[in-house]
């Protein structure tokens, strides 16, 4: 009977010993990122958890990227002051600032940004609201492969790359692209072109994410706010039904109390019938206007620390003497 108890203990505390092992290992695991549907007809989505991060709640965190560009990057920053950003004029220049501001803003805690891109077409730089007859899907089209190259910038180590649709309709244009490195701290996850729908995933990834980097690369909702959206910023049934006819209000204060915030905003609107584009670059905190004379020389127009609306544009345009093409 003492032999039978014995090893009884024996069997328990290899048992608790296992335990404590594969709790201590899978805490140093990190989240796939990766969402799906619940089911072809469910609005809820599921996290599929296959890397594990420990202290998931934890959206702030010292944990810096891996390579030397972060590093040259680094050194820059400690040393020189931000300077005014420039608006890029192709593809590879707007990837490599837009990875730059990234890197900053990383270093210094933000694991949260949302990102504002313009759209390459026919070797130029286009704005994503006008002159795009296939719609949300060729948007799609472009903005996808544009975020994988992005998050391929943001560390000088090759990842694993790879992309799943959350759109269940297949024509919402929107994805999840998850880099994951050799070390599971440096995985990115982005989300292409999310709507108001797919908030409960961009909150399922951000739990799991932990301190790691989430994007939001071209969300589609406004970033000004129109008559549905003062409705729906109201409390009660009123914000509910202004958010039913299409206010964002909702949307953006969720993304908000998620953490996100604005690090490389590049938007183009005309004003008079003058191109001009907009640009916040962490880490400089003033948002800089830009048009381009007739000749296509970039003009700088002015900076603010709010965000430019239209009537700002068209005083600065009139205090440069810029005259109006219509």
Same mark, same amino acid.
């Given at each position: ?6 090893? !009884?203990?024996?069997?328990?505390? =290899?048992?608790?010993?296992? !335990? ?20 072809? &007809? ?20 010292? =944990? ?6 972060? $590093? ?7 040393? $020189? ?16 600032? !837009?990875? *730059? ?7 210094? @805690?933000?694991?949260?940004? &949302?990102?504002?891109?313009?759209? #390459? ?23 996808? #492969? ?14 694993? =790359? ?6 269940? /309709? ?18 990115? /996850? ?6 108001? $729908? ?11 994410? @932990? #301190? ?6 071209? #969300? ?55 191109? !001009?584009?907009?640009? &916040?670059?962490?880490?400089? *905190? ?11 020389? &970039? ?18 345009? $009139?205090? *440069? ?6």
């Amino acid at each position: 009977r003492i032999n039978s108890t014995m090893t !009884c203990s024996a069997m328990k505390l =290899v048992l608790l010993i296992a !335990c404590l092992f594969v709790n201590a290992s899978t805490a140093f695991l990190t989240p796939s990122a990766l969402v799906q549907p619940s089911s072809m &007809k469910a609005a809820a989505l599921q996290l599929r958890s296959s890397r594990v991060f420990a202290n998931p709640q934890s959206t702030r965190s010292p =944990v810096r990227m891996s390579g030397t560009s972060a $590093e040259a990057d680094s050194e820059n920053e400690t040393t $020189e002051e931000p300077k005014i950003p420039t608006v890029p004029t192709t593809e590879t220049e707007m990837l490599q600032e !837009c990875a *730059k501001s990234i890197r900053a803003a990383f270093k210094d @805690g933000m694991t949260r940004q &949302k990102i504002r891109l313009l759209m #390459p077409r026919d070797g130029q730089l286009v704005a994503t609201d006008e002159d795009w007859p296939g719609g949300i899907m060729q948007l799609y089209n472009v903005a996808s #492969p544009l975020t994988r190259n992005l998050i391929r910038r943001l560390n000088d180590a090759v990842p694993q =790359v790879k992309e799943q649709r959350l759109d269940e /309709s297949g024509v919402d244009g929107i994805s999840l692209w998850l880099a994951q490195y050799q070390s599971a701290k440096d995985d990115v /996850s982005a989300f292409v072109q999310p709507n108001t $729908e797919v908030m409960d995933s961009v909150a399922q990834v951000c739990k799991s994410a @932990g #301190p790691r980097l989430v994007l939001m690369v071209n #969300p589609q909702w406004r970033e000004t706010a129109d008559g549905y959206d003062l409705l729906g910023s109201k409390e009660g049934l009123l914000g509910q039904i202004g958010n039913f006819l299409g206010g964002t209000a909702g949307a953006r204060k969720e993304v908000a109390e998620l953490g996100f915030e604005d690090t490389f905003l590049l938007q183009q609107y005309v004003v008079r019938g003058d191109d !001009c584009q907009i640009l &916040k670059a962490y880490p400089y *905190k003033n948002w800089v206007v830009w048009t381009s004379t007739d000749d296509g020389k &970039k003009v700088m127009l002015g900076e603010q620390q709010s965000r430019p609306t239209y009537q700002d544009i068209e005083a600065l345009l $009139e205090e *440069k003497g810029v005259s109006a093409k219509w």
